[in-house]
Structure formats: structure tokens, C-alpha cells
């Protein structure tokens, strides 16, 4: 009869070949997919720095839209009919410097499937309010943002007789203009509205190794470019000035596509409470 240490370590092994067996399943399916994690249109705060050669780094977290052009690029041939579109988040990092009182140039960075999915390069205008100070102020930002994703491997999850490796790759773009106006009452609290439009464009393509066995010559398969359109109005308040919290209350419309799958195929709407931090060198 065994013991209790026995049972213990044979149910101790059988739970981790258990959970390695999940996890495997789980990695493997992930990584067959192929998908973009695309920003929506983005409000700019309506005040800039008001310093020529004043810096400002930022930390936000938004609303995005996650296109999945397919579920499974390593099938032979893939399922391109059954895209996924969801609604999503997407975290970015932000640099900008002041060119001059009215002027702001500035990039993003994105996470992604490689560390890094993507970037923007923006201008921010002051249109009314330049300096810092109580008063009224009014901005508008132009943007043009890339995305990008890969996933590679071979046939489902298993390489032997006739099967292949494959790899895939989609890119993004979202290009857009927001405009924004406020007050900012004293050092500690602004309070703004605004809007903004963004156009999208995404394409990809699967590449399949000739077969293992060779009974399959090597394949490609361009995926068709899909085009979107987002639009976000904003209530936002900022809490400082050289270091300031963000909290927007945003109402975002999507236009994608009505295909496939997802909460955001077609066109929807969806109530977004969004949140950043912004630290701005002295401007004063």
C-alpha cells in the first residue's frame, strides 16, 4: 500500500503535468492567431507647456480596437472569412518637446507582439491661451500612428510528416485630428471638452514553408486591407500642472466592417473612463 508522501508526490506530479498540458494548449493556440491592436482618435489636452524648449512625457491607457484577421494562421488554408473585432485597451508611452510657445512635437510608443507593436508622430497647435496661467485655453493635435504584429510557428503546434512552418505579419495605420478647448481655474484643476476623428487602415499576409513530406509547395496568402473609422468626444479634467493626474469621461464610436465576430464590428458605441499621468518640465 502506498504511503501518504507517495500519493502526494504522485498527485503533486500528475497536477503539474496537468497544468503544463493547459498551458502548453493555451500558448499554442495564442500564438496561431494573427492580430492588431489599433488606437482609436485622440483628444490632445487643450494646454501646451508654453515654454520653448519645454519637455513633457506622459503615461496613458486607452480605448482600442483589437482586429483579429484570423484564429489560426498555421491552418492550410487559413480561415480568412471569420475576422474577430473587439473592443479593446491599449497602454502607451509619450515624449514630447516644444518647438516653440504654440508648438509641440511629440511620439508614442506602443506595446505589442514584439515588445514594441507600434508608434505615433504627433504636432500639438495652440490655437488660443498660450502660457501657462488661469484662463481659457484651446489645442489641436494631428497624428499619424503605426501598429504592427507577427506570429510564426509550425502546423498546429506539431512539426512531422506534412507539416509546415509558417509566419505571419499584419501592419496598421491610424491617422486623425482632435481639437480641444478649456479653463484652467488655478494651478491645481482644468476642465475641458473636445473631439476628434481618426481614419484607419489594416493589411497583412500569411506565409506557409513548403510541407514537411513535401506533399505541399510553399503558400502565401495576402490578406485583404481593412478600413475603419473611430470618433471620440471627451469631457476631461486634468488635476496639476507640472505634474498632472488625467481623467477623461469619453463617449467612442467605432465603424468597422460588419463581418465576422466581436463587440465591435459594424458601428458601436461605448462609454470609455480613461486615466494617465503627464509630467511637464518647468514652465513657468
Same mark, same amino acid.
Request: net charge positive.
Given at each position: 500500500?502506498?504511503?501518504?508522501?507517495?500519493?502526494?508526490?504522485?498527485?503533486?506530479?500528475?497536477?503539474?503535468?496537468?497544468?503544463?498540458?493547459?498551458?502548453?494548449? =493555451?500558448?499554442?493556440?495564442?500564438?496561431?492567431?494573427?492580430?492588431?491592436?489599433?488606437?482609436?482618435?485622440?483628444?490632445?489636452?487643450?494646454?501646451?507647456?508654453?515654454?520653448?524648449?519645454?519637455?513633457?512625457?506622459?503615461?496613458?491607457?486607452?480605448?482600442?480596437?483589437?482586429?483579429?484577421?484570423?484564429?489560426?494562421?498555421?491552418?492550410?488554408?487559413?480561415?480568412?472569412?471569420?475576422?474577430?473585432?473587439?473592443?479593446?485597451?491599449?497602454?502607451?508611452?509619450?515624449?514630447?518637446?516644444?518647438?516653440?510657445?504654440?508648438?509641440?512635437?511629440?511620439?508614442?510608443?506602443?506595446?505589442?507582439?514584439?515588445?514594441?507593436?507600434?508608434?505615433? =508622430?504627433?504636432?500639438?497647435?495652440?490655437?488660443?491661451?498660450?502660457?501657462?496661467?488661469?484662463?481659457?485655453?484651446?489645442?489641436?493635435? =494631428?497624428?499619424?500612428?503605426?501598429?504592427?504584429?507577427?506570429?510564426?510557428?509550425?502546423?498546429?503546434?506539431?512539426?512531422?510528416?506534412?507539416?509546415?512552418?509558417?509566419?505571419?505579419?499584419?501592419?496598421?495605420?491610424?491617422?486623425?485630428?482632435?481639437?480641444?478647448?478649456?479653463?484652467?481655474?488655478?494651478?491645481?484643476?482644468?476642465?475641458?471638452?473636445?473631439?476628434?476623428?481618426?481614419?484607419?487602415?489594416?493589411?497583412?499576409?500569411?506565409?506557409?514553408?513548403?510541407?514537411?513530406?513535401?506533399?505541399?509547395?510553399?503558400?502565401?496568402?495576402?490578406?485583404?486591407?481593412?478600413?475603419?473609422?473611430?470618433?471620440?468626444?471627451?469631457?476631461?479634467?486634468?488635476?496639476?500642472?507640472?505634474?498632472?493626474?488625467?481623467?477623461?469621461?469619453?463617449?467612442?464610436?467605432?465603424?468597422?466592417?460588419?463581418?465576422?465576430?466581436?463587440?465591435?464590428?459594424?458601428?458601436?458605441?461605448?462609454?470609455?473612463?480613461?486615466?494617465?499621468?503627464?509630467?511637464?518640465?518647468?514652465?513657468?
Amino acid at each position: 500500500m502506498k504511503s501518504i508522501k507517495a500519493w502526494a508526490r504522485e498527485g503533486s506530479r500528475t497536477g503539474a503535468q496537468i497544468a503544463m498540458s493547459l498551458s502548453l494548449a =493555451l500558448l499554442s493556440s495564442a500564438c496561431t492567431s494573427l492580430n492588431l491592436n489599433m488606437s482609436s482618435a485622440e483628444v490632445p489636452s487643450p494646454e501646451l507647456p508654453g515654454r520653448k524648449g519645454a519637455h513633457e512625457v506622459s503615461f496613458h491607457y486607452d480605448e482600442s480596437t483589437r482586429y483579429e484577421f484570423t484564429a489560426d494562421a498555421s491552418r492550410r488554408p487559413p480561415t480568412l472569412n471569420d475576422p474577430s473585432t473587439q473592443i479593446s485597451r491599449l497602454a502607451s508611452g509619450r515624449g514630447a518637446y516644444s518647438m516653440a510657445e504654440w508648438l509641440e512635437v511629440g511620439a508614442k510608443v506602443f506595446p505589442g507582439s514584439r515588445l514594441i507593436g507600434g508608434g505615433a =508622430l504627433q504636432a500639438r497647435f495652440a490655437l488660443w491661451g498660450i502660457g501657462s496661467g488661469p484662463g481659457w485655453k484651446a489645442s489641436a493635435l =494631428l497624428s499619424v500612428a503605426g501598429h504592427l504584429a507577427s506570429a510564426s510557428g509550425d502546423q498546429d503546434g506539431t512539426f512531422g510528416n506534412g507539416g509546415h512552418n509558417w509566419k505571419a505579419d499584419a501592419t496598421g495605420q491610424t491617422s486623425g485630428m482632435g481639437l480641444s478647448v478649456g479653463y484652467r481655474f488655478n494651478d491645481s484643476f482644468m476642465m475641458f471638452v473636445g473631439a476628434a476623428q481618426a481614419d484607419q487602415s489594416l493589411r497583412g499576409r500569411i506565409q506557409h514553408e513548403r510541407s514537411d513530406n513535401g506533399s505541399s509547395p510553399e503558400a502565401t496568402y495576402d490578406l485583404s486591407e481593412v478600413r475603419a473609422r473611430s470618433r471620440t468626444g471627451i469631457l476631461g479634467f486634468r488635476f496639476g500642472r507640472q505634474v498632472q493626474g488625467a481623467l477623461d469621461l469619453r463617449a467612442a464610436e467605432r465603424q468597422w466592417p460588419n463581418q465576422g465576430r466581436g463587440d465591435a464590428r459594424g458601428t458601436s458605441t461605448e462609454a470609455v473612463i480613461a486615466a494617465g499621468l503627464v509630467i511637464n518640465s518647468e514652465n513657468r
